[in-house]
């Protein structure tokens, strides 16, 4: 079982809650397991359809890459499935 409720080492995630509801998610993990040898990847992108287009994905995607700093990594990787995707990260 992956737990999630590190603060100093991975995997971590931030959920961003509404009126004790969480309506979003986005996590860094040290595998993706598509390349073990690259780490730490942002992952697990999730905004519930009803909070999209106000900002939660961007303010989550920010907070993960602000960790991976604080953790004190210079790299960040990210694996789409649709190269339209890369410029909203």
Not at 7 to 13: C, R
Not at 38 to 50: A, C, F, G, K, Q
Not at 51 to 72: C, E, M, S, Y
Request: proline share 6%; charged share 20%.
């Amino acid at each position: 079982m992956v737990s999630w409720k590190h603060e100093t080492e991975l995997p971590l995630a931030y959920a961003a809650i509404n009126n004790e509801t969480p309506v979003g998610v986005c996590a860094l993990q040290k595998s993706d397991g598509i390349r073990p040898e690259l780490y730490p990847w942002l992952t697990d992108l999730s905004v519930h359809r009803n909070f999209q287009r106000q900002g939660i994905g961007k303010l989550l995607v920010q907070a993960i890459k602000n960790k991976a700093i604080d953790l004190g990594y210079n790299e960040l990787y990210l694996f789409a499935f649709d190269v339209n995707l890369i410029p909203y990260y």
